[in-house]
């Protein structure tokens, strides 16, 4: 029988990234893809934000050659009104200061990418197989040999058996060797189904209106995706997949192209639509269990995607790399077994992909309860607005009476709304607190220390300590781990 | 001018070539709910007698994203890949 150090099930981006760390770590890896070739059977936003160019530059280097590649720099948040009027839009980028990260030493400043996944996936795979990893496409992988609990091989659907020391499974949400090994069974209420519009359209006026800005809209709807690629651009509008559900999937999309600013957008970029595609996306508070016997899970199939946007590529790609690199430590250690895989999960957990998840509650919750909650999102635009209002730039433009007076109105009507938010703002809001990290609050409280009547004299140890022993939130923010 | 109309059936691909039998539903577990029909976003599904069926030729139609299987609460709906090299396809990106 054919056997392999490292099986790898799927050919999209964890997957191959996967197989590309495997074969560079000196094991003979096989990946395989269902579909003819990588990429064609996988649609997704797809941003790449600018972190890409600390993790994977020998990615990041390529895609300006690809065809549908086009620069995103910042990220424009659209705002719509229960009339559909654009109310406010919001420009998310780097900061000056971002000069000292590590996104500027790359001379690339915040710049991401946006790319078709029927050109990513292509790319990251033959870098496995330029890494000495072999590729199989058009093969479907439909069950796991298991010797006592642990997964020891693959079988395809025409039913060769091929053994591995170590399978790593990047079979996407659905993760047929998830399933077929016993570690878990439909998502039940942590997925999101993503309906997608692609629309073709003229590049050059796509430069001028949008440039390399990416778009999202929010309103008293569900919020909606606008990715621009080179000559086209993805519209998307996700939900959770649930019991109460009672939409159809499109209408989330056909919402937003209702908006008069997206009709006129349309226009003047020639834009027609031209392709639907639709997607599962796991969207849990944290990852499901991402190890068993013999092998490991990654990407979509073990439940990475962020807890707080849901963007999955980058974390399919580090969770492939770690669990490529805990298949080659395990085999050189000759253990493969359950035990010796939790390694994986120590890992990731001890990695950037990690962090995001130790807050997934806080994530998950407050963004379930609100962009998808039609009626908050009402309430809490009117409330935006009114924030806005109290902008120097606003007090400037507003003319309705004089100066004076519009500030103090729209102070007074901030404060009328804001008794209606206080559940949301405890309930979900306040845990959002928990991601500041110990540094951050010590620094805050160093910094405010000259201004504290009696504990300006102490030193900045002792200041800390006897905050923290006289109020119990201090203590354990300070203590967070 | 500008049709901003969803019409899945000329906005879907699919290859040619036999898909064959990747989705089933065990009529035993169903408990007739209708959430399948619901989350389809092809109409392939509908509910007669308090049961799910499924339209015989789903292989042609399917866009593969599982959403009936992860509805299902009863887990009455299995669903695998059709396949190698067969069904919906991204034609665009």
Known sequence: MEKWDVVVVGGGPGGSYAAKTAAEKGLRTVFFERGEKPGEKNSSGAGLGTRWWRDFPEIMGKLPELPSYRKADMIVIKIIDEENRVRMVHGTTGSDRDGSRWSDSLDKGMAGAAIYRLDLDPLIADLAVQAGAELRTSTLISDVIMDGGTVTGVKTAKGESIQAEVVIAADGAMSTMARKAGMRNRWGGGCTIVPQLDFGCDGDKLDAVAGNAEWCWFGPFNGAYQMHFAESFHLGAGKWLRQDWDVKMTDGLERVMEIPAFRKFCKVVDAYPREYQVHLLPWLKKPVKSYTGGMMLVGDAGGFPCPLDGEGIWHACMSGRIAAETAAWAISRGDVSERALAEYERRWKASPLGLEHTFGDEFVELWDHSIFDPELMKKLIQLLLEFSEIHPFSVLFDWSDDHVSCLNQHIEHMFDMMPEFSDFASKYMSPLANTISPQVVKRALLQAKPKVPLFKFLPDDLYLKLLARLNGQIRSRLERV | ?93
């Open chain 2, 1 to 93: 001018m500008y049709d901003f109309k969803i019409d899945i059936k000329k906005m879907v691909f699919h290859k040619e070539g036999d898909t064959g039998d990747f989705i089933q539903c065990d009529l035993e577990k169903c408990n007739g709910c209708g959430l399948c029909v619901k989350v389809c976003s092809a109409n392939l599904w509908s509910v007669k007698d308090g049961k799910a069926r499924l339209a015989p030729r789903y292989g042609e139609l399917c866009l593969e994203c599982a959403a009936c299987w992860e509805i299902c609460e009863p887990e009455a709906i299995d669903f695998s890949y059709p396949a190698a090299g067969t069904g919906v396809t991204i034609k665009y990106g």
